[in-house]
């Protein structure tokens, strides 16, 4: 079956930083996949996306790109602000579109 | 656009109590999904919808599970005799089904603790 890989948490940077957030995946064809945040006391929310290979995802700053030769979906941000902090969900969707979800990062951003 | 609701946010039940929770999905979607979430861990799939037929069941989700979507609106989750291991966010989803990868929309989810 499909599978998602984050990378452990927490993550917690200062304002400006560069942020990575590392993502791999495993599924049979080619899914789509998503990042999707968490703010603080509000549900999931899609973040980006991609569908297909080499495709770039990018929304708020952040982007991700579909690797297929490495089967990841790296999240990154060049500047990250304090209004960033949330829970990070990368997920990967098949034909059908039900998505299987990583363990989520929590990322926490200090002023 | 109201987004997706779900009725209860918050439930507290006793062990072997039946619960069943509501979902309303925005309105001109197709799909609507369920799943559930337990602390540190992303979502996990339970099953989904398109229109009124249920097309897909995932192994997580036992006998005493049962969802339905009768009219092709609103959905309900039915635990019976639930125990301490049903404890657990379960979020709905709905997406209109587009021929290709849909956008999933999620609900506040409805939060259940089994005493």
């Known amino acids: 079956g499909n599978s998602v890989t984050q990378m452990e948490g927490p993550v917690t940077l200062s304002e400006e930083a560069f942020l990575t957030i590392n993502c791999t995946y495993t599924a049979t064809g080619y899914p789509s996949l998503f990042w999707y945040v968490q703010y603080p006391g509000e549900g999931l929310q899609l973040l980006l996306k991609?569908?297909?290979?080499?495709d770039k995802g990018s929304n708020k700053g952040f982007e991700a790109t579909y690797r297929k030769e490495t089967t990841s979906f790296h999240l990154e941000k060049g500047s990250v602000q304090v209004s960033d902090s949330a829970v990070y969900f990368c997920a990967s969707g098949g034909a059908n579109s039900k998505l299987t979800f990583g363990k989520g990062i929590t990322l926490s951003v200090r002023p | 656009d109201t987004g997706v609701s779900q009725d209860p946010r918050h439930k507290i039940t006793k062990r072997g109590q039946n619960v069943t929770f509501r979902c309303d999905p925005i309105s001109e979607h197709n799909r609507l999904y369920w799943y559930r979430q337990t602390l540190g861990q992303g979502p996990e799939f339970l099953t989904y919808f398109q229109n009124e037929a249920q097309l897909e069941k995932s192994r997580l989700l036992s006998d005493r599970f049962s969802a339905e979507r009768p009219k092709g609106s609103f959905s309900t989750l039915e635990i019976q005799r639930t125990e301490q291991g049903d404890s657990a966010m379960y979020l709905c989803?709905?997406?209109?089904?587009?021929?290709?990868?849909?956008?999933?929309?999620f609900g506040p989810g409805t939060r259940l603790t089994v005493l």
């Open positions: 989803a709905s997406s209109l089904a587009s021929g290709g990868p849909d956008t999933q929309y």
């Open positions: 991609a569908t297909k290979a080499d």
